[in-house]
């Protein structure tokens, strides 16, 4: 039974995070759509209504006010200079923060985790190849609202 509410916490943080992003590029001057069906590869696609550029979005969302995110499948991440990463911290019940990354940064953060899987951890032993899981951080707020990435 707990490990239900989490999985129906999670899936409503995802929501959330979706809609707030949707929300706020609608403001911004884009036309979005939200697929019906869980698709893979992205979770917004998005139309600048001035000058007509697509994007796919992938959105992460954490509900916590800490600044950190978990990526699975790392190893199916795509990248390309119209897929953008949209990282959300909901903040509690405060005002959401948007954390705007081009998808080449959250790319290379792969080759970190292949650095990482093959340096030894303790005791010599390396790192469990399947956990296949990064997390992404801005604690220094690097990203913080670069909504000029969409432009």
């Not at 992003?21 to 036309?31: H, N, Q, S, W």
């Not at 995110?69 to 953008?84: E, F, R, S, V």
């Not at 923060?97 to 650095?115: G, L, Q, T």
């Amino acid at each position: 039974m707990e490990n239900q509410k989490n999985t129906e916490n999670n899936i409503s943080i995802g929501n959330a995070g979706e809609y707030f992003v949707a929300g706020e590029l609608e403001r911004r001057g884009f036309t979005v759509a939200v697929p019906m069906s869980n698709t893979k590869d992205f979770d917004i696609l998005a139309i600048n209504r001035t000058n007509y550029k697509q994007y796919a979005i992938q959105v992460k969302t954490t509900g916590k006010v800490k600044k950190d995110w978990l990526i699975n499948n790392i190893d199916k991440i795509i990248h390309g200079k119209n897929i953008i990463f949209i990282f959300v911290c909901l903040n509690g019940m405060e005002k959401p923060e948007y954390h705007i990354v081009p998808s080449e940064i959250v790319y290379k953060k792969r080759d970190d985790y292949n650095n990482w899987i093959n340096t030894p951890g303790k005791n010599g032993k390396l790192h469990d190849p399947q956990s296949n899981k990064i997390h992404f951080k801005d604690n220094e707020n690097i990203y913080l609202d670069k909504w000029d990435y969409l432009q």
